[in-house]
């Protein structure tokens, strides 16, 4: 961890570590043109130190070694000090600070997951569209829509109230289902923008092992400890 830090503390490893995450992949020529006032052996001198503190990692592509970022350890020093409970608050003022300061506006918010699910695409499209399966991994809300480009897609708390509403994009049954209403923060951003890691986990849980993920919610106490742990 010690090396992390050390990797961490010049403003050089840290241009080098933010051009690989905008895009991974890129060879020392590429890199060195972003420090234009070192020379290229002080710049594979800060590419090893990354490496030695396990930040990026490299692969030969023909005569070219390739670098790529590798964000484990920087999350595992977050882990480290923010508690599960803690971990949505901090992640939400962070959010909020970007949301202020950005330049962009507010119509390119947007939310993209990627998760790798054992099944096939029947089965995951069935959990999609069914609400009897919806309401097992969903929280408890029943999906409805008729699933035509264009329709009303909308989430029915057990209570009868509407969780999520949105419209259909695209759907080409069982490859391709995309839903909208994200122009800016609209209810259904803010429904799904701290919902869908924990939504998505459980339906890969249920289509894997047949039965839920179970969450533990944090109770009103510990949101409030953690709001304070955020607020620090």
Known sequence: ME???RALADPHRR???DALRDRDGQALGELDALLPGMTRFGVMKHLRVL???GLLSTRRDGRRKLHFLNPVPIQLLADRWISRYAKPWTTGLADLKHTLEASAPMSSLKHVYEVFIRTTPEKLWAA?????I???YFH???VASDWQPGSPLTYTNPDGSIAIDGHVVEADPPRRLVHDDFDGET????GVERGWDPILSSL??????GQPLEIAWPTPSEAEEAVEVAAM
Do not use: C, I, Q
């Open 3 to 5: 090396e992390v830090f």
């Open 15 to 17: 241009t080098l570590l």
């Open 51 to 53: 490496a030695d503190a």
């Open 128 to 132: 999609l569209v069914e609400p009897a």
């Open 134 to 136: 919806t309401e097992r």
């Open 140 to 142: 408890a809300t029943r």
């Open 187 to 190: 209810k259904t951003y803010k």
């Open 204 to 209: 890969k849980t249920l289509l894997e092992t």
